[in-house]
């Protein structure tokens, strides 16, 4: 027959000062709970794991109270338990819970949200009682998983109406976990189905903002949402608002910087690298970018110089000197002269071939390198105009004037 072993009155005799017990036969009985509980005799475990925490719940709370659980949701799912066994069990837990938070603080997000999860699924308690369990469990630990953010969220959903504000709620924590976790696609579909669509969407998110101006959470959830579904004006609206209060912050002037770029205002883009670069003078990334911007606003020497400082940043860093090979094959089409503008195609493919060399998994160096090889000078352009192997030739001044570079005859 099931025994059931009830923590009625445990409280009752539990003092604030522990270790009252006799230490030899504490540590019995936990060897006797431990073992029970090893061998998986979980109902026998129990009466030993309450003595135990009668007697001292703190001394051996690493592992009894998972321990307990452990027990107690096997009687409550693996048995034959029904009726008034089944509903003492259920307050049982939830007693034990309490406990573990008193006597265990380290752990109390575990046990929080634990006993969020069984008011919700064993005692059919309120939701609003759920709901202000699942916040408390997240207030204890942001990182908590998503499961219990993702049960909060549904909650929220359930609830939603225009007395309360747990749609709002709802926006914010699954903007969280999308940005939490980017390639999870469930999360995008949860903020879609609490609006029409994507737009109305950052609406909604720049209302919660702005009806709390200040608040660079809701600023930031803003801005970076904008910025996920391709909506760059609103982004950039939010992220000059978050540089204006947070103006160390590097994420904000990086997202602004791109949101810039991708709506064309170089001169903007141009003042927030370089605003990135005096703070984080170490990140390849801004150099490469600020080139990117120059070479945009025709501006290639710039760019040149910026491709090469982020190579050198980034310690020998092959992309910017595949784009400085572009920066040349751009520039060839300018030559008036048909020889020269082959010249500059050579020292594209030189370039190419150096970046490929610096990185032999950038496919796309030698791509550019095999669609040139027909443009560049053969044996005969050099022949006829006495130019040796090893031969150095300066690009002239028929090709832009920035490019002050040369090429050596093969």
């Not at 522990?18 to 090893?38: A, I, M, N, R, T």
């Not at 949701?73 to 938070?101: F, P, Q, R």
């Not at 499961?147 to 749609?167: I, M, T, V």
């Not at 990334?285 to 980034?314: M, Q, T």
Request: charged letters at 30%; hydrophobic letters at 35%.
């Amino acid at each position: 027959m099931l025994i059931i072993i009830s923590s009625s009155g445990l409280s009752n005799n539990l003092s604030n000062s522990f270790g009252d017990c006799d230490s030899l036969k504490l540590l019995e009985k936990y060897s006797l709970f431990s073992e029970y509980h090893k061998n998986k005799d979980f109902v026998s475990a129990l009466p030993y794991g309450w003595q135990v925490l009668e007697c001292n719940p703190v001394k051996f709370k690493k592992w009894i109270y998972y321990k307990m659980e452990d027990c107690l949701w096997y009687v409550h799912d693996s048995t034959n338990v029904e009726g008034e066994a089944k509903e003492s069990i259920e307050d049982t837990i939830i007693y034990l819970y309490d406990m573990a938070l008193k006597y265990y603080p380290e752990e109390k997000a575990y046990f929080e949200s634990h006993k969020a999860f069984i008011m919700e699924g064993w005692l059919n308690a309120s939701d609003e009682d759920i709901i202000a369990e699942y916040e408390l469990a997240i207030e204890f630990d942001p990182n908590l998983s998503t499961y219990y953010y993702n049960r909060l969220g549904q909650l929220y959903k359930k609830n939603a109406s225009d007395e309360n504000d747990y749609q709002d709620k709802a926006i914010n924590l699954y903007s969280y976990l999308s940005e939490r976790e980017p390639d999870n696609e469930i999360w995008p579909k949860e903020l879609v189905s609490l609006v029409e669509n994507e737009e109305d969407l950052v609406n909604l998110k720049k209302k919660i903002w702005l009806d709390d101006k200040n608040n660079l959470e809701k600023a930031f959830s803003f801005a970076s949402f904008a910025m996920k579904v391709k909506m760059y004006d609103e982004a950039i609206e939010g992220f000059e608002f978050l540089v204006s209060k947070a103006p160390e912050t590097i994420n904000y002037w990086n997202q602004l910087q791109t949101a810039y770029q991708k709506t064309d205002q170089y001169n903007k883009a141009e003042e927030a690298l370089l605003k990135l670069i005096k703070l984080d003078p170490d990140s390849k990334e801004h150099y490469f970018n600020l080139g990117i911007v120059y070479s945009e606003e025709r501006k290639p020497s710039l760019a040149r110089k910026y491709y090469l400082k982020a190579s050198d940043v980034g310690g020998g860093w092959a992309l910017p000197i595949f784009y400085e090979g572009y920066l040349y094959e751009k520039a060839a089409g300018e030559c008036t002269d048909d020889f020269n503008k082959k010249l500059v195609y050579q020292l594209a493919i030189d370039t190419y071939k150096k970046a490929k060399k610096m990185d032999p998994t950038l496919t796309q160096a030698q791509d550019r390198v095999t669609a040139l090889s027909a443009s560049v000078p053969t044996q005969e352009d050099y022949f006829f105009r006495g130019y040796k192997s090893g031969t150095v030739i300066p690009i002239s001044d028929q090709c832009p004037g920035w490019i002050g570079k040369s090429i050596t005859v093969p």
